[in-house]
């Protein structure tokens, strides 16, 4: 395409209770930004175009957040494309994933029908009336498109309805004649975490269990896995009889799960937690030293904030970060994930779970060595 792309990397914000935080200020990509991508953090992308001056990150004054979250609301509206499109600056995309999977260049009539579509059952359900459809994304947003004078591409949710055995939204894997795009696919299929969360990480392996460990990852309230909770326990139980028989013991285990230790009663967990003679326990607090103190870290260093080139903004001021530390980013998680990438003895994580699948990656990867 002759427009220049840029990927605008969404927020995660939770009024009162932390601050923005974007996904490059968690995951390094400096293994694509400048050579593959171009990026522009939001902050300042918003900053921009809703006339922000400040970091409205760190307003703590309510009736200016108040009076801030109203323009933001307004603000998002343009940007998102719900009230159409302007002309030469956005062009708002309609497809969503319920009705377009995207190809690219894969040689197929523009308009095929995707294999998933929703069986009687979920139409009933979820009161759906219509179809899925392959869709070229350089035919239909490319040059000679409706959309080709427009500087931005707006697109709906991503995550609108059931995508199960379909491509998300985007379907290149079989793009074989554009080595830009197969360079781009190689190049993100693994991406760690920055330096700061990877090094925490570590750190406690080393310095709070210190001994070999097994990391179980288990994923027991959300509603897509707690009905195979039995399953779950079964494949910890299997690997710890196997650990047994080595002669580790107690086994450090490093237990990574949304299940609140007051609802333990019965279960697995339980049975692990009282047998304090085979095995040893461990876990990891958000309120924990390490945690908060890698989040002032992360907070401080602003990855987002100075990734990436953007010509048509150059001589504008980057934000700086000054907000008070009891508004952190919220990163247990990603320094759970990173612990468990150390876990020597073995990991076992729940089927399904996309973090179990990071922590797969993560451990192929060896990162824990390389941090």
């Known amino acids: 395409m002759n427009r220049q792309c840029y990927t605008f990397l969404r927020l995660a914000y939770m009024p009162c209770l932390c601050r923005y935080v974007s996904m490059v200020d968690i995951i390094d990509t400096s293994s694509l930004v400048p050579s593959s991508i171009q990026t522009i953090d939001f902050r300042i992308f918003a900053s921009l175009w809703c006339g922000w001056n400040k970091d409205f990150t760190c307003i703590n004054d309510l009736n200016a957040r108040s009076s801030?979250?109203?323009?933001?609301m307004q603000c998002g509206s343009i940007i998102s494309g719900v009230n159409g499109?302007?002309?030469?600056?956005?062009?708002?995309?309609?497809?969503d994933c319920r009705t377009t999977v995207w190809t690219y260049k894969n040689g197929e009539e523009d308009g095929v029908l995707d294999p998933f579509q929703p069986?009687?059952?979920?139409?009933?359900?979820?009161?759906?009336?219509?179809?899925?459809?392959?869709?070229?994304?350089?035919?239909?947003?490319?040059?000679g498109s409706e959309s080709e004078s427009a500087t931005i591409l707006a697109f709906g949710s991503l995550f609108s309805a059931s995508y199960k055995g379909s491509e998300l939204y985007i379907d290149i894997h079989e793009v074989q004649t554009d080595q830009r795009i197969q360079s781009l696919i190689g190049k993100s299929k693994f991406l760690p975490f920055v330096p700061e969360?990877?090094?925490?990480?570590?750190?406690?392996?080393?310095?709070?269990?210190?001994?070999?460990?097994?990391c179980a990852q288990l994923r027991l309230l959300d509603g897509q896995f707690?009905?195979?909770?039995?399953?779950?326990?079964?494949?910890?139980?299997?690997?710890?009889?196997?650990?047994?028989?080595?002669?580790?013991?107690?086994?450090?285990?490093?237990v990574m799960t949304d299940l609140p230790r007051g609802n333990?009663?019965?279960?697995?967990?339980?049975?692990?937690?009282?047998?304090?003679?085979?095995?040893?326990l461990h876990f990891l607090r958000g309120e924990e030293d390490l945690v908060i103190q890698t989040a002032k870290k992360i907070a401080a260093a602003g990855h987002g904030l100075r990734l990436g080139h953007i010509p048509w903004i150059n001589g504008v001021s980057k934000m700086k970060m000054h907000c008070p530390y009891q508004r952190l980013p919220d990163i247990l998680l990603y320094i759970e994930e990173s612990v468990c990438a150390c876990a020597s003895l073995g990991f076992v994580g729940?089927?399904?779970?996309?973090?179990?699948?990071?922590?797969?990656?993560?451990?192929?990867?060896?990162?824990?060595r390389t941090s």
């Not at 729940?350 to 824990?368: F, N, P, Q, Y």
């Open 68 to 72: 801030l979250s109203e323009s933001l």
């Open 85 to 95: 499109n302007i002309d030469k600056c956005l062009y708002a995309v309609d497809e």
């Open 119 to 143: 069986d009687e059952q979920l139409k009933k359900k979820k009161n759906i009336s219509y179809v899925r459809r392959h869709r070229d994304v350089s035919k239909t947003l490319g040059p």
């Open 197 to 214: 969360i990877l090094i925490a990480g570590k750190k406690y392996a080393l310095e709070t269990i210190k001994a070999p460990f097994l």
């Open 226 to 254: 707690k009905n195979h909770r039995t399953a779950t326990f079964l494949g910890l139980k299997q690997k710890l009889e196997s650990l047994k028989r080595t002669g580790h013991q107690p086994i450090h285990i490093f």
């Open 264 to 280: 333990w009663t019965g279960s697995y967990l339980s049975d692990l937690a009282s047998d304090s003679d085979h095995f040893k």
């Open 350 to 368: 729940t089927a399904g779970s996309t973090i179990a699948e990071s922590i797969e990656l993560m451990r192929k990867s060896d990162v824990c």
